[in-house]
């Protein structure tokens, strides 16, 4: 089995880094892992043409069918989001729009295979579970339109640095084991 893990954050060294680097240790020990950065690629923001609509791929050229390779080779997607404003970051939002081409809201569409499956861990600095939900429920959304079988979330609030997952490591270690 192959997984992936999005640091959806533009941050490489905080608190969804870390995260992620747990996730992937975890996860390396019973399936191959790749994970990646969200702003270790260049795409830019959704024209609204929509083109996609009609030919099932986007007018733009750069990296966003990389990164959808990716999604094609893992069995097992896993998005870790901070939350910006209440919400997934601008520069995961902005890459979720442009994944319209694979969207299963028209047709044609462009496809990755099915049956994969698709994991969602938020993190907040407040102490209210309501914002790791919403960021939950954007990352789910995105999964159902791209037909990847949402599979579980966890949600980590008062996270605000790196320090701050010490004493949350065994629930994510936790959370992992029910990752398959």
């Not at 240790?25 to 609204?48: H, N, P, W």
């Not at 694979?102 to 309501?130: D, V």
């Amino acid at each position: 089995m192959k997984a992936l893990i999005i640091n959806c954050s533009p941050v490489k060294t905080g608190a969804t880094a870390e995260i992620t680097r747990i996730v992937s240790a975890q996860l390396s020990e019973k399936m191959t892992v790749k994970t990646i950065c969200i702003d270790d690629y260049q795409f830019g923001f959704c024209r609204g043409c929509r083109s996609c609509h009609l030919s099932a791929k986007c007018i733009l050229e750069d990296d966003v069918p990389v990164i959808m390779k990716e999604f094609e080779r893992a069995d097992v997607i896993i998005c870790v989001s901070p939350s910006y404003w209440a919400d997934i970051p601008g520069q995961f939002k902005a890459f979720i729009d442009r994944c319209t081409p694979w969207c299963n809201t028209h047709e044609p569409h462009a496809t990755i295979p099915a049956g994969e499956k698709g994991y969602s861990i938020a993190l907040r600095t407040g102490p209210g579970m309501k914002e790791c939900e919403r960021i939950i429920s954007s990352i789910e959304h995105f999964y159902g339109h791209l037909e990847i079988v949402s599979s579980g979330h966890l949600g980590l609030c008062s996270v605000e640095h790196k320090e701050d997952i010490i004493p949350r490591r065994q629930e994510i270690i936790d959370f992992c084991s029910t990752v398959i």
